[in-house]
């Protein structure tokens, strides 16, 4: 019986974090598109890609998990640059781009 309450206890874990980590990419994606469209710039594929997981401490010393994800944008539709944005929790910790031509 213990075993079967084990499981049943992972596989929930297991769930409600990936439930929080699609609603986290989310909030990227849309933050990555209002930062392109902003700095007049063209997100490409429309798609953000995970890239690292880590445990942070932001400004109050308050642990989060945060989350790294690149993308590509393109600045005259020719050239293609990466970009990354850094997620603590559920907020945009950062937006980093690469130097591209105008």
Same mark, same amino acid.
């Given at each position: 019986?213990?075993?079967?309450?084990?499981? =049943?206890?992972?596989?929930?874990? &297991?769930?409600?974090?990936?439930? $929080?980590?699609? #609603?986290?990419? @989310? =909030?990227?994606?849309?933050?990555? #598109?209002?930062?392109?469209? @902003?700095?007049?710039?063209?997100?490409?594929? &429309?798609? =953000?890609?995970?890239?690292? *997981?880590?445990?942070?401490?932001?400004? #109050?010393?308050?642990?989060?998990?945060?989350?790294?994800?690149?993308?590509?944008? $393109?600045?005259? &539709?020719?050239?293609? %640059?990466?970009?990354? *944005?850094?997620?603590? &929790?559920?907020?945009?910790? $950062?937006?980093?781009? @690469?130097? %591209?031509? *105008?």
């Amino acid at each position: 019986m213990w075993p079967d309450i084990f499981m =049943i206890l992972l596989f929930t874990a &297991g769930f409600l974090y990936w439930q $929080s980590a699609q #609603k986290v990419k @989310e =909030i990227a994606l849309a933050a990555t #598109k209002r930062h392109c469209h @902003e700095m007049e710039l063209q997100m490409l594929d &429309g798609y =953000i890609a995970f890239n690292a *997981i880590s445990l942070r401490r932001d400004n #109050k010393g308050k642990v989060h998990i945060a989350r790294g994800y690149q993308f590509e944008f $393109s600045s005259t &539709g020719a050239e293609r %640059y990466n970009g990354q *944005i850094q997620m603590l &929790g559920r907020r945009v910790a $950062s937006i980093q781009l @690469e130097p %591209y031509r *105008i």
